[in-house]
């Protein structure tokens, strides 16, 4: 079987599929413009996606029909319409757990760097603007026993509220589909409507899965219930969080800071005006941007395509009604 895999991935995973006997096929050029990913696509048999530049909705599966199984190097799956993939019994594979940990420490990373101003901070050495020590300026606020709200307690959710409680010993609210009573046996958490997830969050870190209806969901009407001291972080998808409502929010002191790993579009761009916020950190979506994460990834997206080429269920598989489907 023919693999397309559209960028470059560690070799671990490469390696793998090289082994299983599997036929891969890179692009000439990484940057490819839809019309030329349509064309790898439409001559391959499974695709290896790396990145989400691309939508497969309808319009891609009618334009593919040969495509039979599709490993993505994420997570996330909201670039693929899950729907008509389970429609034509194409099994969409995914990458769990193995970036849990890499992704939970950027948003606890940006959690600290918006309470103590890092970026601006570091701005100002960069800018040859150090200044003499000053009691009163750029003054951050301090963590310990403040209370996390974590939108989405999930995988990656769950291990940003376990850094907290070690941490920080914060208090752990959460908002979430269904109420998690292992994680809140273990965190002490406590699970909250999202109107006091949105009021009672000194800090409100954003984990959940995206999907179209959430999109803005965190707007002017969300960031006017928050805390004026309250700390906005996004590790999940930009969607998420209207921008030009969350700029307001910033300026006019609704809310105290904000990190973002991921932003709408992405990549943002260098003349945003967030960027020139004193409060903000943004990040170029570098979640499971570690060795051991994307060499993790590499190898759960290979052993989907390698368990699909054998007729088996992929392992990590976002789609695993498929499967029922096929069965009598
Ligand atoms: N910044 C980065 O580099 C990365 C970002 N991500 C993002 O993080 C997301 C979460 O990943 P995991 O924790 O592995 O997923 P998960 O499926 O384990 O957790 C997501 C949780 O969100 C909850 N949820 C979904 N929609 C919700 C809603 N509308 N209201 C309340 N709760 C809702 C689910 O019930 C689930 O518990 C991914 O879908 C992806 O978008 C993931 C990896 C890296
Ligand atoms: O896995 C994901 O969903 C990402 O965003 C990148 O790792």
Redesign the pocket.
């Known amino acids: 079987m023919k693999v397309f895999i559209n960028k470059r991935i560690p070799e671990i995973g490469i390696n793998r599929l090289l082994e299983a006997g599997l036929q891969i096929v890179f692009p000439e050029n990484e940057s490819l413009t839809y019309e030329e990913w349509l064309e790898y696509c439409q001559n391959a048999d499974i695709i290896l996606n790396v990145g989400g530049d691309f939508k497969y909705d309808k319009v891609f599966f009618d334009a593919c029909p040969n495509i039979k199984a599709i490993a993505l190097y994420?997570?996330?799956?909201?670039h693929v319409d899950i729907k008509e993939a389970t429609r034509r019994n194409i099994p969409i594979g995914n990458t769990?757990?193995v970036?849990?940990r890499?992704?939970s420490d950027?948003a606890f990373l940006l959690m600290q760097s918006v309470a103590r101003r890092a970026s601006y901070n570091f701005q100002k050495v960069i800018d040859d603007n150090w200044g003499a020590f000053d009691p009163l300026h750029a003054l951050g606020q301090e963590l310990y026993g403040k209370t996390l709200g974590v939108?989405?307690?999930?995988?990656?959710?769950?291990q940003m509220a376990e850094k907290c409680k070690k941490a920080f010993d914060m208090e752990i609210i959460y908002?979430?589909?269904?109420q998690?009573e292992e994680a809140e046996r273990e965190l002490g958490g406590t699970y909250v409507s999202?109107d006091e997830l949105v009021r009672n969050s000194d800090v409100l870190s954003v984990?959940?899965?995206?999907?179209p209806?959430?999109k803005d969901?965190f707007n002017e009407s969300v960031f006017e219930k928050m805390k004026p001291n309250s700390i906005f972080i996004n590790?999940?998808?930009g969607g998420f969080h209207q921008e030009e409502d969350l700029y307001n929010a910033l300026t006019e002191g609704k809310i105290w800071g904000a990190g973002l790993?991921?932003t709408n579009p992405e990549p943002m761009s260098a003349d945003n005006p967030l960027l020139k916020l004193s409060n903000v950190c943004v990040l170029p979506?570098?979640?499971?941007?570690t060795i051991e994460a994307r060499n993790g990834m590499a190898r759960l997206a290979a052993g989907n395509i390698i368990a699909f080429s054998k007729g088996e269920k992929m392992p990590n598989c976002a789609n695993p009604e498929v499967y029922s489907a096929q069965s009598p």
């Open positions: 994420s997570v996330g799956f909201d769990p757990d970036l849990s890499a992704t950027v939108f989405g307690l999930g995988r990656i959710g769950f908002h979430n589909r269904h998690n999202f984990h959940a899965n995206f999907t209806e959430h969901l590790t999940a998808r790993d991921v979506h570098i979640g499971s941007a």
